[in-house]
């Protein structure tokens, strides 16, 4: 690449899921990531109060205090993932002070005490980045800050805790209770110990006091969200709820009236047909309803080591980026018009049609009598096309009459040159009848 | 606000629906703009082939020579809204020669002359935003190139022409062939006379070049895509896709593979219950399969003046800020932290829960007599709370031998505080049983 390679160090405080999952996407995609930012972004020193970090700190330094990373003259940006409010806030306070770019996950502490640390960020000179703070993979903050910049935001509603989502998910399928559910989701690793965080909406609230600050140009007011958990939801609402058409999510909805801004968290009905009503397990969604862009809504995982992982890394990204960004007309090494460095572009080769892999929904129409069926799989068969569904319908009144019958079949993937050979002999059949309608498919599977 | 207030100039190069909505976005929304940005963004000079104008162009230059506002030195951001690949062309690379940067919406000009488009502007160091060229008001741009920078992207899929996905579900909604409906959405301003460049899919195509190289990390390359028409879509097929319980969408598909990247756009079956599945009419949606975020999705208006002039103004916003910030630690002046300049934050009050207006549910256990539905409704009445639904339920087994029947109500949006005395009257009713059960409810639209 043509810009320096000189690494940008990292330090990070905190190994437990979300820091150990930075530590090893920053491995794991460390040339994706380089062929983005233009440089590496190196872990340099981590910060652990526990004697053995779970995860492999090999050739990084190692510190049972976690301040000797924020004095580290060797790290340039700061990841606090440790969560709390307190030491969090020293570490987060402190690395500001010297000079250090600030990368956080920590919801909690910049809900009640993000003025002040936005404030000494500003007046250092220095980012204090939190992709991870809302909705983990989802890059809502960004979407808001930047995306959305144009729009006159009027409400905010959204998904932001997926333990409750699961939950109530799990209570709509399977017609329980909230505690037999909870009870299920504890037992599965879903649901900490104590869940009062999640299912009384305090983690909620910290995310949508972030949200709405974000949306309305207002300062970070934790205290005057109003906050109901899902605790006294009964089986019998959820399923009453159903039977007229609405869904019960536990929503956080930051809303501008005339009269002022509403802050609320609480479970909420909302139409079934609404695609947040479809947002089920431990996703998270956020619907952002703005002016004139009207309704647009983010989906992804929430939480996790992977997806907060993945929101904490862009941050390091973004941060990476306008350190090495020069000023305009000098040449920029900023964001990449194509998000890759122009000079990492790769070759990779793009397919042609015939060597795509894909299934295949097939209909043929053909002579209504014994065998058809028994040619076209022998055909698919021969190039070992395996076949996942078969749908054979009545014929048309003037098909049946012909003595004609639609025949649809679903194949698992393949490759389309073998598809369209076998399609070739499939047609010449002497029963089929017309030309075989291929429609492809695809599962869209992570 | 305490940054220094010199307006950021724009010029706009067309003012057709995209041109004309983002002039009147950048004066309806200017305050809340000059908010986040620090300094507000004017339009100086606009040029249009056309007699007149059809939007207010009051107090702004107005060119029928396109290339005056080019080489207007009162211009520091070139806005192309003027479509087409010859004459945008022209404007953008002597717009970059003439050191501005460079706003276009224009997916046509980037699918197939983006590579060199890109190289002048790194040569020159400016920046040709196009945020608008995708999906429309939804920064599925920003969320490839920042938001999802720490991800290995395996796949991209949108539905990304609006005008296609509405055909697509009007024919699954009234079981009617393409042609059909193409004639009705043509009546109805939905589709262009000529609509080739929709419902062949070479607008898609377009886009999912962009797509593909913010994803993998290659070259533009848009005459190797593959793309395939709805065209010959019929009502038949839509129904048996359906039964076997997927829906058909027109996909632009982008996927790294081991053989190498394909990039296809055609019609496609998709499981029903994928979220991709539920986004019908003119809206797109984007789903990225990443590691390790896994599946996000991005959702909203793909077209129209409002959506796509908000693209174009946030690049505008994005641009802007770019413009006036500063290096690192000599004070930030860029994207501010919460979205919005630190001294523009407001101070809306958060309204207290009970000055919220929303609507309920309410469940109500009672003595199953004549009588109480009257008393129930009265009280509501009383505090002028409309009812929307109720549903009267046979009691369960127990509760029916008891005499005991459950009332649900659905009302219309009242405020909380009149619901609250409403409670407490019909709580005080001999007849009513226990607590009412009370779960708010929001439709959430628009």
């Known amino acids: 690449m043509q810009y320096g390679q000189q690494p940008i160090r990292v330090g990070i405080v905190g190994l437990g899921t979300v820091g150990g999952g930075a530590l090893r996407l920053l491995k794991d995609n460390a040339s994706e990531i380089a062929r983005r930012t233009g440089c590496p972004i190196v872990v340099s020193h981590v910060g652990v109060r526990r004697d053995r970090p779970e ?4 050739g990084i330094r190692v510190s049972r205090d976690v301040f000797a990373v924020v004095r580290d003259p060797d790290v340039d940006i700061l990841v606090e993932v440790m969560g709390g409010t307190t030491t969090a806030r020293e570490v987060v ?20 005490h993000g003025n002040e640390i936005f404030a000494l960020a500003e007046a250092k000179g220095r980012f204090v980045a939190f992709e991870a703070a809302v909705a983990g993979g989802v890059p809502i903050i960004k979407v808001l800050r930047e995306g959305l910049a144009a729009n006159r935001i009027n409400a905010v509603a959204g998904i932001i805790n997926g333990t409750g989502n699961f939950i109530l998910s799990e209570m709509r399928q399977k017609g329980r209770d909230f505690y037999e559910v909870l009870k299920e989701a504890q037992a599965m690793g879903y649901a900490e110990a104590d869940p009062a965080f999640d299912v009384e909406g305090i983690d909620a609230a910290h995310k949508l006091t972030i949200l709405a600050s974000l949306a309305f140009g207002i300062p970070l007011q934790f205290k005057k969200v109003y906050a109901e958990g899902i605790t006294r939801l009964t089986a019998a609402d959820v399923a009453y709820a159903a039977e007229l058409g609405y869904q019960i999510k536990h929503l956080g909805l930051a809303r501008r009236t005339e009269l002022g ?17 479809n947002v089920h397990g431990v996703k998270n969604a956020v619907l952002v309803l703005a002016d004139p862009v009207g309704p647009t809504l983010y989906y992804g995982s929430g939480a996790g080591a992977g997806p907060t992982a993945s929101a904490v890394v862009a941050d390091l990204v973004d941060v990476a980026r306008a350190m090495r ?34 299934a295949y929904y097939l209909r043929l129409l053909a002579n209504d009598r014994p065998g058809v069926l028994a040619d076209v ?4 068969s021969r190039y070992s096309i395996s076949i996942e569904a078969i749908l054979q319908k009545p014929a048309h009144a003037a098909d049946h009459a012909a003595g004609k019958a639609p025949i649809i079949l679903l194949t698992k993937v393949v490759c389309e040159a073998a598809m369209n050979a076998a399609i070739g002999e499939i047609e010449a059949l002497t029963d089929i009848l017309d030309h075989v309608v291929r429609i492809r498919l695809e599962t869209l599977d992570a």
């Open 377 to 380: 799989t022998g055909i698919l």
């Open 55 to 58: 995860c492999d700190t090999s």
């Open 325 to 358: 960004n020069q000023p305009v007309g000098a040449g920029r090494a900023g964001v990449p018009h194509l998000a890759f460095q122009p000079d990492a572009l790769d070759n990779t080769p793009i397919l042609n049609i015939d060597q795509v892999h894909t």
């Open 93 to 112: 306070t402190q690395a500001l002070e010297q000079g250090k770019h600030v990368v956080t996950a920590n919801k909690a502490l910049l809900a009640e």
């Open 261 to 277: 801004i509403e802050l609320r968290v609480h479970p909420t009905l909302i139409p079934a047909e609404r695609l947040i009503s």
